[in-house]
């Protein structure tokens, strides 16, 4: 079964870093991309960033290009998202996502509010 | 990366079709084929329900279907059951190698 785990979601204070972790199983993971898709409390999704299956690419969100930094362990089949200089505008659910052409599988997702 | 544009809200009978539009622009919808759908319930995760503008994954049924006709993709979801009642997000790869998606919409089963 494709499963995805995320982890490492809290409260953070304005200015503060977080990282989170996402765990994947049940797939070949240096065959996927991987991504960090998040959604404010009442509202839509956003992309946030993605990661090539090599990980030598990586894309990001103008939202947060600079501050976030999307990374991952092929050997143990982990992607992160390190967050740094957090804003109040960050807080959301963060879900990881798994795909090349779209997003195919999802994860629970891991709620990050910040707020002083 | 502006958001693609969807009708806040849409609803039809059980046994009824609908469709939701989901516009977009040059940069995204229209010069890519990587449109996708997902279905939100509440509390839940999103489901990827389509993916490059008309395809559907394994099983997902065949009642949900996709379209795009310039920079307008649409979802159909004929036959409605109570269980479709959900958000809807349509997204699209756009151009500097980033997505974008819709700002949803909610359908409400009557």
């Known amino acids: 079964e494709v499963q995805l785990v995320e982890s490492g979601g809290g409260l953070v204070q304005p200015g503060g870093s977080l990282r989170l972790s996402c765990e994947a199983s049940?797939?070949?993971?240096?065959?996927?991309?991987m991504s960090w898709v998040r959604q404010a409390p009442g509202k839509g999704l956003e992309w946030v960033s993605s990661?090539?299956?090599?990980?030598?690419?990586?894309y990001y969100a103008d939202s947060v290009k600079g501050r976030f930094t999307i990374s991952r362990d092929n050997s143990k089949n982990t992607v992160f998202l390190r967050m740094n200089t957090l804003r109040a505008e960050d807080t959301a659910v963060y879900y990881c996502?798994?795909?090349?052409?779209?997003?195919?599988?999802w994860g629970q997702g891991t709620m990050v509010t910040v707020s002083s | 990366q502006s958001a693609l544009t969807q009708p806040a809200s849409v609803s039809g009978s059980p046994g009824q079709s609908i469709t939701i539009s989901c516009t977009g622009t040059?940069?995204?919808?229209?010069?890519?084929?990587?449109v996708s759908w997902y279905q939100q319930h509440p509390g839940k995760a999103p489901k990827l329900m389509i993916y490059?503008?008309?395809k559907r994954p394994s099983g997902i049924s065949n009642r949900f279907s996709g379209s795009k006709s310039g920079n307008t993709a649409s979802l159909t979801i004929s036959g409605l059951q109570a269980e479709d009642e959900a958000d809807y997000y349509c997204?699209?790869?756009?151009?500097?190698?980033?997505?974008?998606f819709g700002g949803g919409t909610k359908l409400t089963v009557l």
């Open positions: 049940g797939f070949t993971f240096t065959n996927y991309a």
């Open positions: 040059s940069s995204d919808v229209g010069t890519y084929n990587l």
């Open positions: 490059d503008v008309s």
């Open positions: 990661i090539s299956g090599s990980g030598v690419t990586t």
């Open positions: 997204c699209s790869y756009a151009r500097s190698n980033t997505w974008v």
């Open positions: 996502a798994n795909g090349n052409d779209a997003f195919d599988i």
